[in-house]
């Protein structure tokens, strides 16, 4: 069965920075794109990164583009999110989750993790 | 970016109802199409994708159609566990993007 389960969520002060990790079972994230979407009350569901089959390639929607930083880690087969210079707008809850089709160009996501809460505030 | 409008933003229905919830992009996206539930305190589930195609496990009561810039959500005769706010998703190209959520509440 996949799994995907995140951690590392939790109360930053403006300005600092935070690492999520999502530790994948049932699937291997060498063979697998992966991508990271946020979820807040007032924005919804927001696309944030993804990282390429072979790792090498990772893109991301403007509003986190430099200050985030998708990888992964074969070895512990686990996908991180490095968030740096966090602000208010950052809080949400964060979802990694696996691309599980495509058009070609970008795909739709099954499963997800259960989420991971991160609150920035001072 | 492409804009993902849906609509209604939320909906109340009895069970056995037949509910259609609507999904307008804002440039064609073939059928590049994506739909979720979210109960909540719960991550999305996927139940369609391809615009029409039903995810293995997701009941045959939900369907999916539409192509190009628009598109529906059917619940051909609503349960009490089909309360949930659905999601739609384009992945025609990068940024991603979803709906803004329609709230399924049940009469």
């Known amino acids: 069965q996949v799994q995907l389960v995140e951690s590392g969520g939790g109360v930053v002060q403006p300005g600092r920075s935070l690492r999520l990790s999502c530790a994948a079972s049932g699937l291997t994230l060498s063979t697998s794109i992966m991508h990271w979407v946020r979820q807040t009350p007032g924005k919804g569901l927001e696309w944030l990164a993804v990282?390429?089959?072979?790792?090498?390639?990772?893109t991301y929607t403007d509003s986190v583009k430099g200050r985030f930083t998708i990888s992964r880690d074969i070895s512990t087969n686990t996908l991180s999110l490095q968030m740096n210079s966090l602000t208010a707008e950052d809080t949400a809850v964060y979802y990694c989750?696996?691309?599980?089709?495509?058009?070609?160009?970008?795909?739709?996501?099954?499963?997800w993790g259960q989420g991971t809460l991160v609150t920035v505030s001072s | 970016d492409i804009q993902m409008t849906q609509s209604p933003s939320s909906l109340s229905a009895s069970v056995g109802d037949r509910v259609t919830i609507t999904c307008r992009a804002s440039?064609?996206?073939?059928?590049?199409l994506a739909w979720y539930q979210q109960k909540p305190e719960k991550a999305p589930k996927s139940l369609i994708y391809g615009a029409s195609n039903l995810q293995s496990g997701v009941p045959s009561r939900f369907s999916g159609s539409g192509s190009g810039t628009d598109f529906t959500l059917t619940i051909s005769s609503l349960q009490p566990e089909d309360a949930a706010t659905y999601y739609c998703?384009?992945?025609?190209?990068?940024?991603?993007?979803f709906g803004q959520g329609t709230r399924l509440e049940i009469k």
């Open positions: 440039q064609g996206i073939s059928n590049w």
């Open positions: 989750a696996r691309e599980s089709g495509s058009s070609g160009r970008a795909g739709w996501f099954d499963p």
């Open positions: 990282i390429s089959l072979d790792g090498n390639s990772q």
């Open positions: 998703q384009h992945y025609n190209s990068y940024p991603i993007t």
